[in-house]
């Protein structure tokens, strides 16, 4: 009887032990899954900034008037905005 007890324990152990195996791999598997998709997700941004990046410097050297004009009447926009805010206070 008391080997019996010890047995089933043991068992019930070494089974404890194999499911905590099994889950500790299926969170590193998923943890690396995760790691892999953010690291994607990272490099699909960047190359979207750079492809952004690129776009926007050929078109200022194709339209450097246009860019000049729309700079100007941005700034003076915003000018006008930040003025009106600190006169209304």
């Known amino acids: 009887m008391v080997q019996s007890v010890s047995e089933r324990t043991g068992e019930q152990i070494?089974?404890?032990?194999?499911?905590?195996?099994h889950a500790a791999a299926a969170v590193a598997d998923a943890f690396g899954d995760g790691l892999g998709?953010?690291?994607?997700v990272a490099k699909q941004g960047g190359d979207a900034a750079e492809e952004l990046f690129d776009d926007?410097?050929?078109?200022?050297?194709r339209h450097p008037i246009e860019t000049i004009v729309v700079t100007f009447a941005v700034?003076?926009?915003?000018?006008?905005?930040?003025g009106w805010m600190m006169k209304r206070r």
């Open 56 to 61: 926007t410097t050929k078109r200022l050297q």
């Open 37 to 40: 998709a953010a690291r994607r």
């Open 75 to 82: 700034g003076v926009t915003a000018g006008i905005a930040i």
């Open 14 to 21: 070494a089974e404890t032990a194999r499911k905590a195996s």
